[in-house]
């Protein structure tokens, strides 16, 4: 039960924090062209756990207590698929194809790319 009530408190704070930085990001990038927001969110929820799981598996850091807030609560909550996934749909259905093709290929790209990065800079700060 303390895992679940850990998770919740996580996801909740993550869900949170996705809607006030997405729509920080939306109002001023605009809205009408691409959704810079929920591609902002992914890209840094995806180099913060790279980050994370990076130092939890090389140096012990987070306990599964903090791995399970943090990571499966809070970056879990924050990140979100369903919502690109939404958003490119609605590209598409506008017959906006273009957009929709170069959503899906930067979530892809630099998404995996940010991961990637992320557990680059934990090494480094692990010196």
């Known amino acids: 039960m303390t895992k679940l009530i850990l998770i919740g408190l996580g996801g909740f704070l993550g869900a949170a924090m996705r809607y006030l930085t997405g729509t920080f990001i939306q109002q001023i990038l605009g809205e009408e062209l691409f959704p810079y927001g929920t591609f902002a969110v992914n890209l840094f ?9 990076t130092l939890a598996g090389t140096e012990g850091l987070l306990s ?5 807030f943090l990571i499966t609560g809070m970056l879990g909550a924050f990140t979100t698929f369903s919502t690109f996934s939404y958003e490119t ?3 598409f259905q506008q017959g906006r ?10 979530h892809l790209f630099f998404g995996l790319a940010a991961v990637w990065a992320g557990g680059w ?3 480094l700060w692990q010196g």
């Open 121 to 123: 800079l934990a090494r």
């Open 97 to 106: 194809a273009a957009p929709a093709l170069m959503n899906m290929g930067v």
């Open 45 to 53: 929820g995806s180099l913060l756990i790279g980050f994370l799981i």
């Open 64 to 68: 599964p207590t903090a791995q399970l």
């Open 89 to 91: 749909w609605q590209l």
